[in-house]
């Protein structure tokens, strides 16, 4: 198939090239090369192109930037995914769209299914739940795809700062009271490159099984990697005020992918044993980290 990724250059993106490349002829767009607010550009990237899928993983994802830059969160998130998802159904592409936990509150103290009500509780989780709503308006043969806590071998993560941090001998405080689910970037493209084979449309939540706190997280790294001497606090989210609010357990289950064919996305500590153990060096050694 013909498949136009948007976001190319992130790290899911750049994960979706690595997973699809050898399957389908692939179109992916870094934001330089295509500003997803704009929609006379988004037309014509989409007929130029005619891609028989599109997965817009484009995305504003600076959490906090986002209370004082709404504007710019709306514009792609919001907006950018309208564009996207107007010319998908104009051309009968399919389009994943690729969304958050951060659509929901927290307030539910247990992991969140596919048929929970959404409730954002910062613009970042706004901007992105209209983006879930424009797609299921505009475009019939959709899949919505929320994740959470992303990581892999592209860029900047909780994962390679924790490493730095780590090896660096930096004292660390970790929060022990905000619950999500870790999720490898790698194993989330591999999750869109099964539906994208599919005729299963609807809302997905793509994220590694289980759950764990971010000092559970920070923790499973350093003992994996058998990091000595490091100084880390267990403290509350309360030491760390910032200016977006975020949900105390956003831990997502994912009950919809059993049953249709695809692989459901193993459990987060195995996931994340492959990543320091396989991925990331390898990435060190290619210099894949910029």
Same mark, same amino acid.
């Given at each position: ?19 699809? *490349? &050898? ?5 992916? /767009?870094?934001?330089?090369?295509? @500003?997803?607010?704009? %929609?006379? $550009?988004?037309? !014509? ?41 107007? *010319? &998908? ?5 399919? /389009?994943?769209?690729?969304?958050? @936990?951060?659509?929901? %509150?927290? $307030?539910?103290? !247990? ?180």
């Amino acid at each position: 198939m013909k498949v136009l990724i948007t976001g190319a250059g992130g790290q899911l993106g750049r994960d979706l090239i690595r997973v699809l *490349a &050898a399957r389908h002829e692939l179109h992916a /767009l870094t934001r330089g090369q295509l @500003d997803v607010g704009d %929609d006379t $550009a988004v037309e !014509a990237v989409v007929n130029r192109i005619r891609p028989d899928v599109i997965i817009h993983a484009a995305a504003y994802t600076n959490v906090d930037g986002a209370e004082s830059e709404a504007e710019a969160a709306y514009r792609v998130n919001s907006a950018g995914t309208w564009h996207m998802a107007e *010319a &998908a159904a104009r051309s009968g592409a399919k /389009l994943v769209y690729v969304s958050t @936990d951060y659509v929901f %509150d927290g $307030a539910k103290g !247990a992991p969140y299914t596919e048929g929970d009500k959404p409730n954002p509780i910062s613009v970042y989780g706004t901007s992105k739940l209209h983006g879930e709503k424009f797609v299921s308006m505009l475009c019939e043969r959709h899949f919505i795809v929320r994740t959470s806590w992303l990581y892999g071998r592209s860029g900047s993560n909780f994962v390679t700062k924790i490493i730095e941090k780590a090896r660096g001998a930096s004292p660390m405080q970790m929060v022990g009271d905000v619950f999500g689910s870790p999720t490898y970037s790698y194993d989330l493209a591999e999750l869109i490159g099964q539906l994208i084979e599919t005729e299963h449309y609807g809302t997905y939540h793509g994220s590694n099984a289980g759950v764990c706190t971010r000092y559970q997280f920070a923790s499973e790294i350093i003992e994996f990697l058998g990091i000595p001497d490091v100084r880390m606090e267990q403290v509350t989210a309360e030491a760390f005020p910032l200016p977006a609010a975020r949900p105390q357990h956003s831990a997502l289950a994912d009950t919809e992918i059993h049953g249709i064919g695809v692989t459901p996305l193993r459990p987060w500590k195995e996931a994340l044993h492959h990543f320091l153990q396989a991925d990331w060096p390898a990435a060190q050694d290619a210099g894949d980290r910029q």
